[in-house]
């Protein structure tokens, strides 16, 4: 870092940004297969071709996306930060191929699908503007060097990649700059979902008056110095921080030099006990920096917090575990608010681990399809065109095809054989969503910063009366979204039910969020929240199979939220227990009805947790529903973190019914609400475990985003 620093007062002109457009076109995230632009999509118009794509690799499923932060901010010239989107996309495996389209003068989105070793060893790829460079699945690795960023580059976006090992040998490294990404002068910059470990200087450097910088959802690991910020001696630049897993790191986590409007929130500093590395600080505000810090979990950490004495530091919300040495705030820089320039949500700083455990790095299901994993110049336009999705964009204000999201719905076609997109702008939704079974292969997905974003939500109950005045609804027509077509999705929102207990105890309490009766329903980042019944997994009938898989998920309720005979899994999210209307502590987790023949709910790698009374909730209790003997109810949780709400024998009977006659185990749960095995509270063996994974659960399907 410089050590000369000073107040510059030039501050670039900007705007906040809008929440969906770019170069007034509706921002869409399309499926994999689709190009950003084309005529499926009917942008172009009738006549209009897909750009470029006879020599082009359909698009992958992220390829579309852009930042948030103050990367999506309007200023200097440009529109947000967008990537390559408005270029080819091409798919490289080779390093002559990545360095060719990476410094090209036009825009690209680069699809790296294959582990690529620099040469010479240090290699830092000279980027220009407007690329998009994102790994397909978890199999692009750039090894042994990484990217540059230099004077005036801007509009650029690196996702979903792993880079890695240039080390060489000394740790706190100033012979070889070898970093995973520098940046000298750039602007419009998205970092965003990528593994960026083990080099030989540092993984991050934003330099010399980098702005408009987002760095989001990364994991950051196994080097002296994470991520520098600054040698500048102006006070200019503008940059987002969040959702970041900073571990096993000593420095630079990062250090924030000189930077105007610094904006770190939720992300998850940690020193591992018991190892060799050791930090000597966690987040810095040096020289003139004015930083703002949120919700942030610092586990370990020597010295979390530091700033230099002319530097401003404002802290909300952080949680401190077993860290030392010093916790600063304070200063007389000018008072700023981030909302100001960019919307955002907070995530709780309780659920920031469990929440990047899961979710920061790189992303198994962002990437091609396996039909487009070619290279650049060998996939013809026809199967582009045939891999491509149809979009259907909803929006309160008007701006969308649609102003609800069931009128979406309606407009797809029946039997559609191809995937549907319905993108829903950020908002409040208040309807009721079914999705029936003659409509597969739909996703409903928000086009938000924030899965808190876009909000699907109605209040129905189990006795409230029909509007036509045919009677009351059921426990399962409560629901706010019903999906009975096969081969649903749904993406980064949140769908709820905010049936209003305490003012309706003359009718039952179960009231549900999301009911599912089909198979191959992937749920990811999204929240499904209620009280009583909040997710109902289902199936189209008793011998039918029905799968569903939600992975980076919120589910939030008190009584048997979530339950039901399908084949349910519940992976790397949370479970946040929630109190009873009245303010009583006391519920249940699951309650499956599985089928003899079939395996029930998994909550594997996840975290159970929430602001209720110690041991006052169970994990589940068998639902043998209308009585039926012949089920044979199923939870197994394992790998999972138990808060100290669960009770020390977490499993009990329901309607005369024990669980101890039906399948109720736990394997290597950890946290102060985990315990020993006995007969009131059954562990796997290794064996038994063995055959009791994600796989198992899901056989041949494999869940991908699309």
Do not use: C
Not at 37 to 44: E, I, Q, R, T, V
Not at 228 to 237: H, K, L, P, S
Not at 272 to 279: E, F, L, P, Q, R
Not at 314 to 331: C, D, L, M, Y
């Amino acid at each position: 870092m410089s050590a000369h620093r000073s107040s510059g007062t030039n501050r670039p002109r900007h705007r906040r940004r809008g929440t969906a457009l770019a170069f007034g076109i509706p921002l869409v995230l399309t499926a994999a297969g689709t190009l950003a632009y084309g005529a499926d999509l009917g942008l172009l118009g009738a006549d209009a071709q897909p750009k470029a794509a006879a020599a082009t690799a359909a698009a992958p499923a992220w390829a579309t996306a852009t930042a948030d932060g103050f990367a999506s901010v309007d200023a200097l010239g440009q529109n947000g930060t967008y990537g390559g989107r408005d270029g080819r996309t091409v798919t490289v495996k080779t390093l002559a191929d990545l360095e060719k389209y990476a410094t090209a003068a036009e825009p690209y989105v680069i699809v790296v699908a294959a582990t690529i070793t620099m040469d010479p060893v240090g290699k830092e790829i000279k980027v220009q503007s407007d690329k998009t460079i994102v790994g397909s699945g978890t199999a692009g690795h750039i090894v042994g060097g990484g990217f540059f960023l230099g004077q005036g580059v801007h509009n650029v976006i690196i996702r979903n990649l792993t880079i890695r090992d240039a080390y060489q040998g000394v740790w706190n490294d100033k012979e070889h700059d070898y970093d995973g990404i520098q940046l000298d002068g750039a602007h419009h910059v998205w970092i965003d979902h990528n593994d960026i470990r083990h080099m030989a200087d540092g993984l991050i450097d934003s330099r010399k008056d980098t702005t408009y910088l987002t760095v989001s959802w990364n994991k950051l690991s196994q080097e002296n110095k994470a991520f520098g910020i600054g040698w500048t001696d102006n006070v200019t630049a503008d940059i987002t921080i969040h959702h970041n897993w900073i571990r096993e790191t000593e420095q630079r986590n990062p250090s924030t030099d000189n930077v105007a409007h610094a904006h770190l929130y939720n992300n998850f500093l940690e020193d591992v006990a018991g190892t060799d590395i050791k930090s000597s600080y966690g987040n810095y505000s040096r020289g003139g920096t004015n930083m703002v810090l949120e919700n942030s979990y610092f586990q370990g950490l020597t010295n979390p917090v530091v700033r230099d004495a002319g530097a401003t530091l404002v802290q909300r919300g952080n949680v401190f575990s077993g860290t030392t040495g010093k916790n600063e705030s304070g200063g007389t820089g000018a008072a700023w608010d981030p909302k100001t320039y960019y919307a955002y949500t907070l995530d709780k700083a309780a659920d920031v681990p469990a929440l990047l455990k899961s979710g920061a790095g790189p992303r198994g299901s962002i990437g091609t399809s396996a039909s487009t994993a070619t290279t650049a110049t060998t996939k013809a336009a026809a199967t582009t065109k045939a891999a491509a999705a149809t979009t259907l964009t909803v929006a309160k204000d008007g701006s969308g095809q649609y102003t609800t999201v069931q009128a979406a719905v309606n407009a797809v076609p029946a039997n559609n054989p191809a995937r549907v997109v319905i993108a829903v702008k950020p908002g409040t939704y208040r309807e009721l969503v079914k999705v029936p079974s003659n409509k597969p292969h739909v996703t409903i997905q928000g086009t938000g910063g924030s899965r808190k974003d876009t909000t699907i939500v109605y209040d129905n109950a189990s006795g409230t009366p029909k509007p036509d005045g045919s009677g009351t609804y059921g426990t399962g027509g409560s629901a706010t979204v019903a999906v009975d077509g096969d081969d649903f999705q749904a993406r980064n929102l949140t769908i709820s039910n905010d049936f209003d207990e305490a003012a309706h105890q003359d009718i039952a309490n179960q009231a549900v969020a999301l009911r599912t009766s089909a198979d191959k329903v992937f749920l990811d980042g999204v929240i499904v929240s209620g009280d009583q019944d909040t997710l109902l997994v289902d199936t189209a009938a008793k011998e039918k199979l029905g799968r569903v898989y939600l992975t980076n998920s919120y589910v939030i309720g008190n009584t048997d939220f979530i339950f039901g005979r399908a084949t349910a899994v519940i992976d790397k999210s949370v479970i946040t227990l929630k109190k009873r209307w009245n303010g009583t502590s006391a519920g249940y987790v699951t309650a499956p009805s599985t089928a003899a023949d079939r395996k029930g709910i998994l909550i594997a790698n996840s975290t159970v947790n929430g602001d209720v009374a110690d041991r006052s909730f169970y994990l589940g209790r068998p639902w043998h529903a209308g009585g039926d003997a012949t089920l044979d109810p199923q939870t197994t949780v394992r790998n999972t973190a138990l808060s100290a709400a669960i009770r020390t024998t977490p499993w009990t009977d329901m309607s005369g019914f024990s669980w101890k006659d039906d399948r109720f185990a736990e394997y290597k749960n950890t946290g102060a609400g985990s315990g020993a095995a006995s007969s009131d509270r059954p562990l796997l063996t290794d064996a038994q475990a063995a055959a009791q994974e994600v796989a198992d659960w899901l056989g041949d399907w494999t869940p991908t985003a699309s």
